[in-house]
Structure formats: C-alpha cells, structure tokens
C-alpha cells in the first residue's frame, strides 16, 4: 500500500473509533465506581449503540442485543480485553472489575438472560 494510502487508511480506522477509546485511561476511581451501566453507556454505545442492535456506516459494529454469542463469558471478556476486528482492545484501559461489570451488564441486557456472572478474578485469570 502506498504511504499516503496507508496513512489515509489509518486515519479512517481512528476515525471509527469513538475518541474516549482511542486515548482515555478509564481506571480512575470515579469512573471505576460507576458498574457496567455507565461503562456501556460512556464507552461501548459509541459504537454498539444505546439499544446495542450496532450500526454501519464508516464501520460495522456488531449487535450485542439478543446475541447468542454472548452465552461464553470468557468469549466476551476476551474480546473486551483484545478487542477484535475494528474494535479497540480495552485491556490498558480497564481494571479486571471494571471489564467484569461491562461484560456482566451486556450479557444480562438488551435481551440477554445470561446467568452466570463474570468476576474479577476470571478476567485476572484470562489476563
């Protein structure tokens, strides 16, 4: 790929990353105390959308809602943890209580009845 291609390239995948997730530290104690809900809603919906059905546009951002894939806990952490496709990874960013709360949250809303619950020292052990 050219350079100024590859350049061009680049800045469009930072383009499709909401700017709280391409620079943010989110394991302040403030943030930290506010549980999956605020999480969800101050990093995740930016893409996955407030009623987490996705979008596409400049991207593709898959449905969380009524998402079967969902049912593998350790799955979702890793993909919160690693990040995939054009997701960013959030390993840096979040504690392991704060990816367990984001995780536990999308598994138990929008349609999701998923029951056993994610906990920090799972996300620990998947680290």
Not at 24 to 38: P, V, Y
Not at 40 to 56: E, I, L, P, T, W
Not at 87 to 103: C, K, Y
């Amino acid at each position: 790929m050219m350079p100024v291609l590859r350049a061009a390239f680049l800045l469009a995948l930072l383009a499709a990353v909401p700017a709280a997730a391409q620079n943010a530290d989110f394991r302040g104690d403030t943030f930290a105390m506010q549980g999956g809900e605020a999480i969800y809603k101050g990093v995740c919906q930016g893409c996955h959308m407030a009623d987490a059905k996705g979008a596409s546009g400049a991207g593709a951002y898959p449905a969380l809602a009524n998402n079967p894939r969902l049912a593998g806990a350790g799955y979702v952490v890793a993909i919160v943890m690693n990040g995939h496709k054009g997701m960013p990874p959030f390993r840096g960013h979040f504690t392991d209580q704060q990816i367990a709360d984001v995780v536990n949250y999308v598994r138990s809303h929008f349609g999701n009845r998923f029951k056993n619950e994610v906990k920090a020292a799972d996300v620990q052990a998947l680290r």
